[in-house]
């Protein structure tokens, strides 16, 4: 299994991402729940997000992350990229699967 960190775009004013921002929280705990994502949070300032994810194959990761209601809605664009570990710090070694 492989880590793959998911950069999300905002490509709409804050409101409507506001508006699917319930979907889009109830969507990540799914994919925590199933295994797919370790983590997530805002990018700062404003402007999107980050999800930790696994998969199979960055193709696997894209078609997931292309379910998130954000990308559904229009309000968001992804890029998913592959990194292998260097180091994880015991804090976070669950990211090593």
Do not use: C, N
């Amino acid at each position: 299994m492989a880590s793959f960190i998911v950069s999300l775009t905002y490509t709409a004013p804050i409101e409507a991402v506001d508006a699917l921002l319930e979907k889009h929280v109830a969507w990540l705990r799914e994919q925590h729940a199933a295994g797919h994502l370790l983590g997530w949070g805002r990018k700062v300032p404003r402007e999107g997000g980050i999800l930790l994810a696994k998969g199979e194959s960055k193709a696997a990761v894209e078609a997931l992350a292309l379910q998130d209601p954000f990308v559904q809605g229009g309000v968001a664009t992804i890029e998913v990229i592959e990194w292998a570990h260097g180091f994880l710090d015991d804090s976070v070694a669950g990211l090593a699967g």
